[in-house]
């Protein structure tokens, strides 16, 4: 090599080849950094990553080119959130995307009350002081709330329509969900004037989804209403294989049951919701400020039907409610 020894060359290449990682970290850190944090799973909220990262597009930032996403997952374990958040807080990134629960939302209020935070919400955040009003929201925090949660009493009145000789109900609550308490005295007041009883059954686990399912079928409940949870999502095949293996219609909160087997679901269309997140969050990086971005509420609802199910479980739906189902899975 002229002009330099072969010594020489390697020496000055290593030095190079230390200083990669020390360049790839000053350009992330050049680039703004969105903390993606979610109390779901990476590989079963894949997708709606994805629909926040459409959303961060419209708004001309595209991950890995002039944004950085740092992505925290709770797998479902709600009590990881506050440390998961606390990371994000320590590694000063510009905006937190709270997702995958009202648990990540809290997380994420409790870690700072500085740093912008756009949330995705099943429920309502004014009920759990997450932000002042929907129209104005005030403090670092907005978001796009879709409102699953309170369709508990919708979910009823529909499973209601498909069974109308049931008296007796269960309702699949995780107590580990701030909202449960909430929702379950919001099915109870809604089933009271039907006549209908609800039996509410904790669950937090696989064995205790089972345990749940052992009991209603003990206790002859005549069908089943999943709660809105993303831990329920993320056990979407062994609740939708328990209801069919129990002979139990069930209702639930999103359509992936329903494409998975299960019987009927009523809720909003939660990557849309996550897409308007992403726009928010770009918007809060070009310069706006949460307190005057109002929370947006989702407004497309749907109703998902699947006939093959309904067959097997020797169920006759009705033509009214064929008619308004958004789609129906034969």
Do not use: C, H
Not at 14 to 26: E, S
Not at 107 to 117: D, E, H, L, W
Not at 166 to 194: G, Y
Request: charged fraction near 20%; charge should be neutral.
């Amino acid at each position: 090599m002229p002009g330099m020894r072969r010594r020489e060359f390697v020496t000055v290449l290593g030095g190079v080849a230390a200083a990669w990682p020390i360049a790839v970290r000053a350009q992330q850190r050049a680039m703004p950094v969105v903390g993606f944090l979610s109390g779901g799973p990476a590989w079963d909220f894949a997708y709606l990553a994805a629909a926040f990262r459409r959303g961060l597009g419209e708004t001309g930032y595209v991950e890995g080119r002039n944004v950085f996403i740092e992505y925290r997952w709770a797998e479902g374990q709600y009590d990881r959130l506050p440390t998961l958040a606390a990371d994000l807080v320590g590694r000063r990134v510009d905006v937190i995307a709270a997702t995958g629960g009202i648990s990540s939302v809290l997380a994420a209020k409790a870690a700072t009350a500085s740093i912008p935070t756009v949330f995705t919400a099943g429920t309502d955040p004014v009920k759990f002081g997450v932000v002042a009003s929907v129209n104005r929201p005030g403090g670092n925090i907005t978001g796009v709330v879709f409102f699953n949660n309170e369709l508990g009493p919708k979910r009823l009145q529909v499973l209601r329509e498909l069974a109308p000789n049931a008296t007796a109900l269960a309702m699949i609550v995780n107590p580990k969900n701030p909202n449960t308490e909430f929702d379950v005295q919001q099915m109870q007041s809604a089933a009271r004037p039907m006549g209908l009883q609800i039996l509410v059954l904790n669950a937090s686990s696989e064995r205790e989804l089972d345990a749940a399912f052992a009991r209603l079928v003990e206790q002859q409940a005549d069908a089943v209403i999943v709660n809105a949870d993303p831990y329920f999502n993320i056990r979407r095949y062994q609740l939708v294989a328990l209801a069919a293996q129990n002979a139990v219609p069930a209702i639930y909160e999103l359509r992936e049951f329903v494409v998975g087997g299960g019987l009927m679901s009523y809720g909003t269309d939660i990557a849309e919701a996550y897409s308007n997140a992403g726009i928010y969050a770009g918007r809060i990086l070009k310069g706006d400020k949460p307190a005057d971005l109002p929370v947006q509420q989702s407004t497309k609802f749907e109703l998902v039907i699947n006939l093959k199910t309904a067959k097997a479980l020797g169920l006759e739906v009705p033509a009214s409610l064929l008619a308004r189902a958004d789609e129906v899975i034969e």
